[in-house]
């Protein structure tokens, strides 16, 4: 595996370096940024051998000759996290990356397609030796056992050192079984083979915020869950799939979703446990793209908030369903990293004994709150310099918690021009899909519901004392202070990120891409115009005609 990947960093190795493209076109007077500075891809530091005597900073210490098993590699965090390791930590000996088999691909080939993300670009240029630091080892979190073959387990028992389990089904309609199984079991089987790891330093044990959603103030501790995760690992493994979801809605009780619920219960037996093992519980709050590293704005999904911009910026999604005025509590991808890393190593290393297993928060409402509105408006501010040729419509985007009003406006943005459009699309031939994703979206506000009025508070006292124990290299290195997040920085690459990581927008693109954006821009105020004089004449008509009637006019 380590030759196949070498073989491809050969291959490739231009294409990793810090990229030399073009942007006269590009930048002009009214448009005066590089794109690709701006995100951090022409500012690669040169490749360079670090000797095995050089002395690193104390984390970069900690993970000396380290041997880590991850799980959930493949994911979000897991990616960032990867990489993070490999181009930081010099010394570190090996990763071991728990993947199973998807789409027809074997567990080799999702190897290489990890790689193949731009997000590590930087890394195969600075750090161009990493590939036979990585393998990957066949398994699958929902099984008995982490579905691991006895010789992938024993190696595992033997070499690794540190383990970050941050495997999980993310989706909040996930059928309660497969929670379950992947969220629970698959924790309650990681404990176990923890507990067989000869030289075992620490475990990180990824959670999220939300776990105890059900409570509005959550501090950094164990609360009690609404059930009990073997009664229900029991009823589960006793009930056909059709009975379990018709039930669904009272094994949750209050909490909102199988997420939240599966990852309470999966806390709960760690506490259970784990309490002999050197293991902390990590709690990020809503996870968004890169602040900073290794490049600015990456990301590859669209929950939570980059759904929503992603759908205003392609002027598909114009009005939700949202109280504007509460506080949104979103966290870089790169911060969250960075504080577990640091996590991670004060656990193993930790001097006194914790009276209880340590929990961390990675949030930013109370020292950084930012508002929905304010999120939107920077957004808008700053996305409008880099519009995806693939918009539909300009951007106009309406955000309401007045559910009549929400309804009229999704009545007429939504609905209205859905229809019309499919029914166009049918009369020349295309295949009509403006509907089915406002179904989607309607689908995904459903489940949404019900953050849309709430407002958490997530105490992080535990990781703000941690910073506070770091040293100036580690600082520098594994930044995660949360006092110096800048949520306008944050957004002057956010747009530009999701053009060029998520939506795959090559940058030649923009000029064609303004043009367009300039065109809709006209024909959305034609259009405004068109609508605001349809307005007037019925209002005129709803006056003047009763008037005329009664001859008072």
């Not at 590089?34 to 530091?45: C, Q, T, V, Y």
């Not at 890394?123 to 073959?149: F, I, N, Q």
């Not at 619920?261 to 968004?288: C, G, M, N």
């Not at 939107?376 to 918009?391: D, F, K, S, V």
């Amino acid at each position: 595996m380590a030759l196949d990947l070498h073989r491809k960093y050969i291959e490739r190795r231009q294409d990793s370096a810090p990229l030399q493209v073009s942007v006269k076109d590009i930048i002009n007077s009214k448009y005066y940024l590089d794109p690709l500075e701006l995100l951090g891809e022409r500012s690669f530091n040169e490749p360079r051998e670090v000797d095995e005597s050089e002395i690193g900073s104390p984390i970069q210490e900690f993970f000396r000759d380290g041997v880590v098993f991850l799980t959930g590699g493949t994911g979000f965090m897991g990616k960032v996290l990867v990489e993070k390791l490999l181009r930081t930590c010099p010394h570190i000996k090996h990763i071991y990356l728990l993947i199973r088999s998807k789409k027809g691909k074997n567990v080799d080939e999702r190897l290489e397609d990890i790689f193949e993300d731009r997000l590590f670009k930087r890394l195969k240029y600075e750090v161009p030796k990493y590939y036979h630091k990585v393998s990957g080892v066949a398994g699958d979190c929902s099984l008995p056992g982490l579905g691991l073959s006895a010789s992938s387990r024993n190696t595992l028992i033997k070499e690794v050192n540190i383990i970050f389990h941050g495997a999980a089904t993310v989706r909040f309609d996930e059928h309660i079984r497969v929670a379950m199984d992947i969220n629970v079991s698959g924790t309650r089987e990681l404990i176990n083979l923890a507990k067989t790891i000869t030289n075992l330093k620490v475990v990180a044990h990824i959670s999220t915020a939300f776990s105890n959603c059900n409570r509005l103030h959550i501090d950094e501790k164990f609360y009690d869950p609404i059930a009990d995760y073997k009664d229900v690992l029991k009823l589960v493994s006793s009930t056909d799939d059709q009975t379990l979801h018709g039930m669904t809605s009272k094994i949750l009780g209050d909490l909102p979703n199988t997420y939240s619920f599966t990852k309470s219960l999966a806390e709960d037996a760690i506490r259970r446990e784990a309490q002999d093992l050197p293991i902390l519980v990590f709690r990020p709050t809503v996870v968004v793209g890169t602040y900073r590293e290794p490049v600015r704005g990456w990301i590859d999904n669209v929950y939570g908030p980059t759904g929503i911009v992603v759908g205003a910026g392609t002027g598909v999604l114009h009005t939700y369903y949202l109280d504007s005025n509460i506080v949104t509590d979103i966290i870089p991808v790169d911060i969250v990293v960075n504080a577990l890393i640091c996590a991670a190593k004060e656990t193993a290393t930790a001097k006194v004994a914790h009276d209880e297993i340590p929990i961390y928060t990675c949030s930013s409402s109370i020292q950084k709150p930012i508002k929905w509105k304010e999120f939107i408006e920077l957004n808008e501010r700053y996305g409008m310099q880099w519009p995806t040729i693939r918009a539909i419509w300009y951007s106009s985007f309406w955000v309401t918690k007045n559910p009549y009003l929400y309804a009229m406006l999704n009545f007429f943005c939504h609905v209205v021009p859905g229809y019309t459009l499919d029914t166009l699309a049918r009369f020349s031939g295309q295949k009509p899909i403006l509907m089915n994703i406002y179904k989607k979206i309607d689908k995904v506000r459903d489940i949404l519901a019900y953050f849309s009025d709430k407002e958490w508070t997530f105490p992080n006292d535990r990781l703000l004392a941690l910073w506070d124990t770091l040293d100036g290299q580690d600082k520098e290195l594994f930044n995660f202070d949360i006092h110096q997040l800048s949520w306008d920085y944050f957004c002057q690459a956010n747009c530009l990120g999701l053009r060029v990581y998520l939506v795959k927008d090559d940058i030649h693109t923009l000029p064609a891409a303004r043009k367009k954006w300039e065109k809709l821009y006209i024909a959305h105020n034609i259009l405004l115009i068109f609508v605001y004089g349809i307005v007037l004449c019925c209002l005129w008509l709803i006056v003047c005609v009763p008037l005329k009637l009664t001859g008072l006019m």
